[in-house]
């Protein structure tokens, strides 16, 4: 599959929130970091589950892509993300969420390899209250 295609396709599948899908797009060996978070989730398995888990926490977000750069096999994909958190116990009011980001993904041979996300940890928690 070529960069764009792939790239439309993660997109299209987290827009629908099909985990095994996004899945399905990465090597059975690939990884995803989140960067600010520094975990990683290796093999499809632990990506799928990461994504729910995410899902779950923030079921509406959605991700605004600002277009994409490309050089040899990388691609970085600048986003703006919003969703709605809604904590759990103590005061459960809803807070919505609203960060800039950045996806840098490793393609080999039509599939990702590896992806990495980047986003401000300290304006995540702020907006989380």
């Known amino acids: ?15 629908s929130r099909d985990a095994d899908q996004v899945a399905s797009l990465y090597h059975p060996d690939g990884w995803h970091e989140e960067v600010a978070m520094a975990k990683r989730r290796e093999g499809r398995a632990a990506l799928a589950e990461g994504l729910v888990g995410f899902w779950r926490m923030l079921p509406d977000v959605s991700w605004d892509r600002r277009g994409y750069i490309r050089a040899a096999n990388q691609v970085a994909v600048p986003y703006f993300m919003t969703g709605t958190f809604t904590p759990r116990g103590g005061d459960g009011t809803p807070r919505q969420i609203a ?7 490793e393609i080999r041979d039509g599939l990702f390899a590896s992806s990495k996300d980047m986003w401000d940890l300290d304006i995540f928690k702020a907006q989380m209250g």
Do not use: E
Request: hydrophobic share 50%; glycine share 4%.
């Open 99 to 105: 960060l800039d980001g950045l996806h840098i993904f």
């Open 1 to 15: 599959m070529d960069h764009a295609t792939l790239i439309d396709c993660l997109y299209q599948a987290y827009a």
